[in-house]
């Protein structure tokens, strides 16, 4: 397998919740509290601003969680990279 169809792979984790997300934003578009009598209202845009925060640090989580060895990598490449930089420096 190689690198970019590892990663399209790994990014189905991702790509999974977009159509629940497009889904919950058809659902809560539009939602407002009527006024300060309105406690149907305000449970309603409440409950939506829940799972709608629980979804983006789920998503959040899955994407730290995919980039995380790519930051590994990046960071071991850096450290080296300054090694072999550092060896030819002074001269």
Known sequence: MTEVQTVDTQLVVLDQRESKLIELREKYKGLKIAGP????????????????????????????????????????????????????SPT
């Open 37 to 88: 009598e309105d406690k149907d209202g305000y449970k309603k845009l409440r409950d939506a601003r829940i799972e709608l925060k629980n979804e983006r640090i789920a998503i959040e989580n899955d994407a730290y969680a995919l980039r995380e060895n790519a930051i590994k990598f990046q960071k071991t490449v850096i450290s080296r990279e300054k090694e072999l930089v550092g060896i030819i």
